[in-house]
């Protein structure tokens, strides 16, 4: 790799990681509601203030994971695709992560949630997307 071509990376990371933090922050706090809100409606959980002390123990491994995701997506894949394919693939992927988080979390097998049953899902949850 050139100099040249080395400045360039270098700008071009400087632009995108702001964006790529915030959407990681977005994608990780947007997750957490949405599995707080799902907790909530089905009566999961001793109460709101628990229920956030375990939801803030996902929050930081999420955040990790969608800045990574979000990363890869601007810095590799704008990179070789343009930025628009970019943002899309970031978008696609940050839609793929809250939809995993929902399933892994948002619906507890087992658990006795009298007000989702007898599947556990939230009324608002659309039924033709499975968790």
Do not use: E, H, K
């Not at 790799?1 to 922050?25: D, E, Y």
């Not at 799902?38 to 229920?51: L, T």
């Not at 997506?73 to 696609?92: E, H, I, K, M, S």
């Amino acid at each position: 790799m050139s100099r040249g071509s080395q400045g360039a990376v270098r700008q071009r990371a400087a632009v995108i990681w702001p964006f790529v933090s915030v959407a990681g922050l977005v994608v990780s706090v947007g997750g957490c509601l949405l599995v707080g809100r799902a907790w909530r409606d089905c009566d999961v959980g001793v109460n709101a203030v628990a229920d956030s002390g375990a939801l803030a123990l996902v929050f930081v491994p999420l955040v990790a994971v969608a800045c990574t995701w979000w990363g890869a997506a601007l810095g590799v894949v704008g990179r070789r695709a343009g930025n628009w394919v970019g943002t899309l693939v970031g978008v696609v992927g940050s839609v793929g992560i809250g939809w995993a988080l929902m399933a892994w979390l948002g619906v507890p097998d087992g658990y006795p949630a009298p007000l989702c049953a007898p599947d556990n899902v939230p009324a608002w949850w659309p039924r033709w997307l499975p968790v």
